[in-house]
């Protein structure tokens, strides 16, 4: 079973944070990582050198940045963002 799994990621501050999103999955093969660019568009940027975590430039002020990954397979799993200035949070499902 293919899935798309979606994450957005959300900064309340006013200044930008230097972030990165790893994620950890059970049972599922990565086939793809991207940053939406326009999710009504559905235009994306996949990140093709590193499948382990998606390298964000940053996350604007007051703004969001959306990410997808396109995975095979069935069971959980839990994504974690690093931020150098916000630290970090996970999520799982």
Known sequence: MIKFNT???FCALMSPLLT????GYTNFTRMAEMVVDNADLNITT?????????????IPGLAAVTLRWIVQGTGKYTVTVD???G???????
């Open 83 to 85: 931020s150098r200035k």
């Open 20 to 23: 990165s999103a790893q994620t």
């Open 7 to 9: 994450a957005v990621l």
């Open 46 to 58: 996949e990140q093709k050198n590193d499948p382990s975590a998606i390298e964000l430039r940053n």
């Open 87 to 93: 630290g970090t949070a996970s999520k799982a499902k």
